[in-house]
Nanobody, 124 residues
Framework: QVQLRESGGGLVQAGGSLRLSCAAS????????MGWFRQAPGKEREFVAA????????YYLDSMRGRFTISRDNGKNTVYLQMNSLKPEDTAVYYC?????????????????WGQGTQVTVSS
């Protein structure tokens, strides 16, 4: 079992940056694919980015590519999402998720554990 806790959300002006962190419990963190999703009010939860257990494979939703960077530190049981050039449409609750499989996935149903989310609000 893995417990996930996100932090680092907040209010930022358009064009600004935030770095989200997701701390995981458990000694098997390094075996999980980790992903970030987000959910805006009235919308479905959507995939943002995912990273394989050793960081060797990374995948982004096209609209995030070049602005967002996912990374992980297995020694600290933490995955990060660096978000730059933020836009008002990036406003959402951001969730991290863990997938107990070797391959990256983009579907919500492919992830086994979820955090509670952290709010990101981008003002125009």
């Amino acid at each position: 079992q893995v417990q996930l806790r996100e932090s680092g959300g907040g209010l930022v002006q358009a064009g600004g940056s935030l770095r989200l962190s997701c701390a995981a419990s458990g000694r098997t963190f390094s075996s999980y694919v980790m992903g970030w999703f987000r959910q805006a009010p009235g919308k479905e939860r959507e995939f943002v980015a995912a990273i394989s257990w050793n960081g060797g494979s990374i995948y982004y939703l096209d609209s995030m590519r070049g602005r967002f960077t996912i990374s992980r530190d297995n020694g600290k049981n933490t995955v990060y999402l660096q978000m730059n050039s933020l836009k008002p449409e990036d406003t959402a609750v951001y969730y991290c998720a863990a997938r107990s499989a070797a391959t990256i996935a983009t579907q919500r149903r492919s992830y086994d554990y979820w955090g509670q989310g952290t709010q990101v609000t981008v003002s125009s």
